[in-house]
Structure formats: structure tokens, C-alpha cells
Nanobody, 124 residues
């Protein structure tokens, strides 16, 4: 089992940027893919981005392509989500997740451990 702690959320104006971090412990971090998901009030949890164990492969939801970047630092057991050009529709709780696989996927069923979430609010 792996423990995940997200940070970096907050209130930002439309068009602004935020960088989320997720610190992992309890399992060999560099053997597993990692992902970010989000859930807005009254909506289902949705995939945002995923990265393979080495960082060589990434996937993004269509809604964030070109604006969000997922990355990882295996030496620091940390995965990041850089979010630029934020829109009000990005308002949600953002969750970091550790995959059961080494390769990146987009299905929540492939992720076995989840953080508590960090709130991102995009509003003027």
C-alpha cells in the first residue's frame, strides 16, 4: 500500500496557474504509474492525467491537453500537475492516485491507492 498526500491547491483567477504536488510513501514509487483525477460537486470523478513509471509516457484528458502537464521526480517520490490557463470549469477536488501497473492508463480501476484530495477553485 502507498500513502499519498496532495498539496498546492487553492483559489486562482481564470487564466491563472497552479502546481499541484503529490508526495508518496510506503511503496517503491518508481515502479508504478501515477495519475491525477478530479471531482466537481455533483459530478463523477474524472481522469485528468497519467504518467508511466519512468515518465516517458503521459496521457491527458482532452479538456486539459495543451494546458496541463504531469511530471514526476522519482528521487523525491513526488508527482506534479502543472495547470496553466485555468478555466472556471476546472474547479474541483483533485486527487492523486497510484496505479497498480507500471504503464500509464486512464481507468480509475487501474489505480489502487488514492490521496485525500486538494481543492482547486477557479474564480474571479
Amino acid at each position: 500500500q502507498v500513502q499519498l498526500v496532495e498539496s498546492g491547491g487553492g483559489l486562482v483567477q481564470p487564466g491563472g496557474s497552479l502546481r499541484l504536488s503529490c508526495a508518496a510513501s510506503g511503496r517503491t514509487f518508481n515502479r508504478y504509474a501515477m495519475g491525477w483525477f478530479r471531482q466537481a460537486p455533483g459530478k463523477e470523478r474524472e481522469f485528468v492525467a497519467a504518467i508511466s513509471w519512468s515518465g516517458s509516457t503521459t496521457y491527458y484528458a482532452d479538456s486539459v491537453k495543451g494546458r496541463f502537464t504531469i511530471s514526476r521526480d522519482n528521487a523525491k517520490n513526488t508527482v506534479y500537475l502543472q495547470m496553466n490557463s485555468l478555466k472556471p470549469g476546472a474547479t474541483a477536488a483533485y486527487y492523486c492516485a497510484a496505479s497498480l501497473r507500471s504503464m500509464a492508463t486512464m481507468s480509475p480501476a487501474d489505480f489502487g491507492s488514492w490521496g485525500q484530495g486538494t481543492q482547486v477553485t477557479v474564480s474571479s
